[in-house]
């Protein structure tokens, strides 16, 4: 039977080097292996990256073609757009177990031994020379680029306890303890944000890629290692920390840009699939397309804001992280009231701005305002935008009067001065009793909306009411323990602020009492 037709328990029954000849193994670079099971994969119609989406037209024929052309591959773009998980995805293209000489370090293939021990282990034993199965999870290796790597942690160095030990003098080539790079012989390794790696140590890796030779504090070892190289790294001009040396560049084959997800829908199947959502969560808490669509579209409008640095980008963790926090947010309000079940609001996706404080970074502009005014500013945006998608624009309202307005009966209401206080650990008979105290309201998304079932028209007035303080047709207040609607005009005179701080203020203000 040829070699590549035996089955896992037959390869680990093959236990010396004359019986692995006997099966008919012949090497194969890493790379060759990677090209040969992308192509088997392919014809077979396969997901070869399954669970990255949005990157099906892009990124991942590019990644494809650099595959197939045994290229070194280096991945870049923003943070969070899924390139260390594509580097680790390249471990499911190579074979599920390859021979290596037992006992040694440099995952020598039998056939074509590399290190010093193997050689003089097959020279003494021939075809008794044991042979050992390596797992392809143990054939990827990942270092994280930091201004302190030094040459020794990726090349190695001469080890004097290796040497006293062994009695050698450092001109032996046996003394030399191997770094990570040589360590992953046969495999892939990966430097995550290269650019953070000092030029010097880039330097070091020139010989690797090109020539496959290194050098040790003077020894000039010759090694043809055999490595499947991917980098990560952000773009240059934001990486103020360095930048990836020119002829290190020139040297690795492929650079592959990243993107973020191009629709909303893209967005929500990959925080769909990364967010951690616990099965009692699952199980408490009713959510809704809109509340998954205002999540994404917080990350649309943080990437065009003018308060965060496009530079830096918004990672896709932003909208994974904010709707882990509204699902908790919703089941800390069902435990507090005692309720088995509870539905989604508006107000617990206002209370997941902690989770995107963290997220952005920030212009000067930013800066001046506070994180945690931006993030609500950003999801005030994102409430805006998806109003519109099902409500009646207010605007066009205004322009022509000749157009019934909708929302008369809401705005008149709260133009004789009544208010509305939508608390955030409200129980659901009180939110239920606060939203159907504005007269209109449930009529307006009857109208709009007349298939939706209970709660979700509740959550849709909320959503209207909000929408209306995004429109300027009525003002929208953060109070202690939620928000308040009230009328426009009589806001302007309390100078209140969504978001702001007016109580510490009152309190700086008043007068002090003398002792």
């Not at 037992?102 to 050689?119: F, H, M, R, T, V």
């Not at 080890?159 to 062994?166: R, V």
């Not at 769909?272 to 998954?292: D, H, L």
């Not at 965060?308 to 919703?330: F, W």
């Amino acid at each position: 039977m040829a070699y590549t037709k035996l089955s896992t328990t037959e390869l680990q029954s093959i236990t010396t080097l004359g019986a692995l000849k006997k099966a008919g193994y012949q090497p194969r670079s890493v790379k060759q292996e990677l090209r040969d099971n992308l192509i088997a994969k392919l014809q077979a119609k396969e997901d070869v990256f399954p669970g990255i989406f949005g990157y099906e037209e892009t990124v991942i024929p590019d990644l494809q073609r650099a595959i197939l052309s045994m290229h070194h591959i280096n991945l870049l773009g923003l943070r969070g757009q899924a390139k260390t998980r594509i580097a680790r995805l390249l471990v499911e293209l190579l074979d599920e177990y390859v021979p290596v000489v037992e006992g040694s370090e440099l995952n020598d293939d039998p056939l074509q031994p590399l290190s010093i021990y193997a050689k003089h282990l097959i020279a003494e034993k021939g075809d008794a020379t044991p042979v050992a199965w390596m797992h392809r999870s143990d054939r990827y290796t990942e270092k994280l680029a930091t201004p302190d790597v030094s040459v020794a942690d990726l090349i190695g160095d001469a080890d004097p306890i290796k040497a006293a030990t062994l009695k050698l003098p450092y001109s032996d080539e046996r003394v030399i303890h191997f770094g990570l790079i040589p360590r992953s012989h046969r495999g892939i390794f990966v430097i995550n944000e290269l650019p953070d790696l000092q030029a010097r140590i880039q330097v070091s890796l020139f010989n690797i890629l090109q020539e496959g030779d290194i050098q040790i504090r003077g020894f000039k070892v010759r090694l043809p290692l055999d490595i499947q190289f991917v980098f990560t790294a952000n773009p240059e001009d934001y990486t103020n920390r360095g930048s990836i040396v020119t002829p290190l560049k020139d040297r690795i084959d492929s650079q592959i840009i990243t993107h973020y997800p191009k629709s909303i829908e893209i967005g929500k199947r990959i925080t769909r699939q990364e967010a951690r959502i616990k099965e009692a969560q699952i199980g408490m808490v009713t959510t809704n397309e809109i509340i998954r669509d205002l999540v994404e579209q917080v990350a649309v409008e943080a990437r065009a804001s003018e308060f965060v640095d496009a530079k830096s980008g918004v990672s896709a963790r932003l909208t994974i992280a904010a709707y882990e926090s509204l699902i908790s947010a919703a089941e800390r309000r069902a435990l507090i009231n005692g309720e088995k079940k509870t539905y989604v609001r508006i107000a617990d996706f206002l209370a997941a701005v902690p989770a995107l404080t963290g997220k952005v970074e920030l212009v000067y502009e930013g800066e001046q305002e506070g994180a945690g005014l931006v993030a609500e500013k950003l999801m005030g945006k994102a409430i805006r935008t998806l109003f519109l998608t099902y409500f009646p624009d207010p605007d066009k309202q205004k322009k022509k009067k000749t157009l019934p307005n909708p929302y008369k009966e809401v705005q008149d209401w709260f133009g004789a001065g009544n208010t509305v206080d939508v608390l955030s650990d409200a129980s659901d008979k009180d939110y239920h009793k606060a939203l159907e105290q504005v007269p209109g309201l449930r009529n307006i998304v009857t109208f709009l909306h007349p298939n939706e079932d209970q709660e979700t028209t509740w959550f849709l007035m909320e959503f209207c009411l909000h929408g209306l303080a995004e429109h300027s047709l009525i003002s929208r207040n953060r109070v202690q323990a939620g928000t308040q609607f009230k009328d426009l005009l009589s806001s302007m005179f309390t100078m209140p602020s969504f978001g702001g701080d007016e109580d510490e203020d009152d309190e700086e203000e008043k007068p002090r009492k003398r002792r």
